[in-house]
């Protein structure tokens, strides 16, 4: 197994990269987030890297970070989500950004992701729904449990569903919802969360 390539970025294409190692060029399918991150074609790279091995093929994909390796990972433990469509969902949401769809139910934000229905994002959000804290970085674990915890309380389940109705998507009403303070109004948390939220359109 190739745990990781270190070496030149030779291509960047929107749905691969190939990293040359020692005179040999490896070619790994990957995500828009990795393409962005990893840089120019010319730079020195490290991927980690996951080997998907089907009876008629063996693909190598490759990300740069570890959180998007172990996202991808539990990702194509899904029923009915392959190696692509994982790639696929990474492409549109980050690490993070995954965790919190799961952990207050956003299936919807899933489906965004090229070729993915809405059957198959309720069950990334129904199978993945106890392993959230596994594809979320240690500095992302408070917004996500703050989001979790969000969605549970009545007041800010309240508050979250109102700041849907007005066109923000679930991940991001609970997320700034969760990080209130849970002794404000519904009201206020509406007018906060609408405040905070119209700063990132």
């Given at each position: 197994?190739?745990?990781?390539?270190?070496?030149?970025?030779?291509?960047?294409?929107?749905?691969?990269?190939?990293?040359?190692?020692?005179?040999?060029?490896?070619?790994?399918?990957?995500?828009?987030?990795?393409?962005?991150?990893?840089?120019?074609?010319?730079?020195?790279?490290?991927?980690?890297?996951?080997?998907?091995?089907?009876?008629?093929?063996?693909?190598?994909?490759?990300?740069?970070?570890?959180?998007?390796?172990?996202?991808?990972?539990?990702?194509?433990?899904?029923?009915?989500?392959?190696?692509?469509?994982?790639?696929?969902?990474?492409?549109?949401?980050?690490?993070?950004?995954?965790?919190?769809?799961?952990?207050?139910?956003?299936?919807?934000?899933?489906?965004?992701?090229?070729?993915?229905?809405?059957?198959?994002?309720?069950?990334?959000?129904?199978?993945?729904?106890?392993?959230?804290?596994?594809?979320?970085?240690?500095?992302?674990?408070?917004?996500?449990?703050?989001?979790?915890?969000?969605?549970?309380?009545?007041?800010?389940?309240?508050?979250?569903?109102?700041?849907?109705?007005?066109?923000?998507?679930?991940?991001?009403?609970?997320m700034a919802v969760g990080a209130m303070d849970k002794s404000l109004s519904?009201?206020?948390?509406?007018?906060?969360?609408?405040k905070q939220l119209s700063k990132n359109l």
């Amino acid at each position: 197994m190739i745990y990781n390539l270190r070496g030149t970025l030779t291509v960047a294409d929107v749905s691969y990269i190939v990293v040359e190692c020692g005179g040999v060029g490896f070619k790994c399918f990957t995500t828009l987030n990795t393409v962005r991150d990893l840089g120019k074609v010319g730079d020195e790279v490290n991927v980690y890297t996951h080997l998907a091995v089907r009876e008629d093929a063996m693909d190598l994909y490759g990300f740069a970070t570890l959180a998007e390796l172990d996202a991808f990972k539990l990702l194509i433990t899904v029923s009915g989500v392959g190696p692509k469509a994982a790639a696929s969902i990474l492409s549109e949401l980050s690490p993070d950004k995954l965790a919190l769809c799961i952990a207050s139910g956003d299936s919807k934000s899933i489906t965004r992701a090229q070729g993915v229905g809405k059957k198959t994002a309720e069950r990334v959000v129904l199978e993945l729904k106890d392993k959230m804290g596994s594809i979320a970085s240690d500095s992302a674990s408070q917004s996500v449990m703050g989001a979790a915890s969000a969605v549970a309380d009545n007041d800010c389940a309240e508050a979250v569903a109102a700041l849907v109705s007005l066109g923000f998507s679930q991940s991001d009403a609970s997320m700034a919802v969760g990080a209130m303070d849970k002794s404000l109004s519904v009201d206020e948390m509406i007018r906060l969360g609408l405040k905070q939220l119209s700063k990132n359109l």
